[in-house]
């Protein structure tokens, strides 16, 4: 079935640091992909989504592009800030089931960013 | 726009009362809303989906009998642990979709259940 694996955390960067992470999946069909952010204690935020193969998607200074070739979708960003830790979430659109459209999640990765 | 609020945020209960999670879309109608399950450290696991008016969508393993979902109108559903007991411990999070068919879920903020 469609899954997602991401790298496994902690992740721990200093403030200002380049930051990758790595997400790849396996799905039948062609889902949307994206990254979902958790801070402590808190439900999850859309970080940034990517509906079709090459797409870049965007926010804060994060992106991932959809790469099909490589079943990618990594999560960078040019320099991180403290404010920045949190759990990430890398997540697919599974098949449609019963006319609903499931997201399956990878593991999450916590990044720990210290000044 | 697209808040989804959670209520409570936590709640404390002794093993065997019941336990309702309501989950609201505050500036939209969604027709579809999604509860999932999150271990400690762990990932989120989907229990069920429900449309408004239909009756839930359970996730193989998940018991309907223990964990009742009511999705009564386009702004709100609600879970209600049942019976529960310290294993139910988790942190519960909904989601909703403004349609069966949008890949994009609004999520709450989350919920603490804690049984003693």
């Known amino acids: 079935g469609d899954s997602v694996t991401q790298m496994e955390g902690p992740v721990t960067l200093s403030e200002e640091a380049f930051l990758t992470i790595n997400c790849t999946y396996t799905?039948?069909?062609?889902?949307?992909l994206f990254w979902y952010v958790q801070y402590p204690g808190e439900g999850l935020q859309l970080l940034l989504k990517a509906t079709k193969a090459d797409d870049k998607g965007s926010n804060k200074g994060f992106e991932a592009t959809y790469r099909k070739e490589t079943t990618s979708f990594h999560l960078e960003k040019g320099s991180v800030q403290v404010s920045d830790s949190a759990v990430y979430f890398c997540a697919l659109t599974g098949p449609p089931s019963g006319g609903y459209n499931k997201l399956i999640f990878g593991a999450g990765t916590r990044l720990a960013v210290h000044p | 726009g697209a808040v989804v609020s959670q209520h409570p945020s936590w709640v404390i209960c002794k093993s065997g009362t019941s336990v309702k999670i309501e989950c609201r879309s505050l500036d939209f109608q969604a027709t579809t809303m999604f509860w999932y399950r999150q271990f400690p450290k762990q990932s989120l696991m989907l229990m069920a989906t429900?449309?408004?008016?239909?009756?839930?969508?359970?996730e193989q393993g998940v018991e309907k009998d223990k964990f009742l979902i009511n999705h009564a109108s386009l702004t709100l559903s609600t879970l209600t642990v049942t019976s529960a007991h310290p294993e139910d411990s988790s942190f519960y999070i909904c989601?909703?979709?403004?349609?069966?068919?949008?890949?994009?879920?609004?999520f709450g903020p989350g919920t603490r259940l804690t049984v003693l």
């Open positions: 799905a039948t069909g062609y889902p949307s």
């Open positions: 989601s909703a979709s403004i349609t069966s068919a949008s890949d994009t879920q609004y």
């Open positions: 429900s449309n408004e008016g239909s009756k839930a969508t359970y």
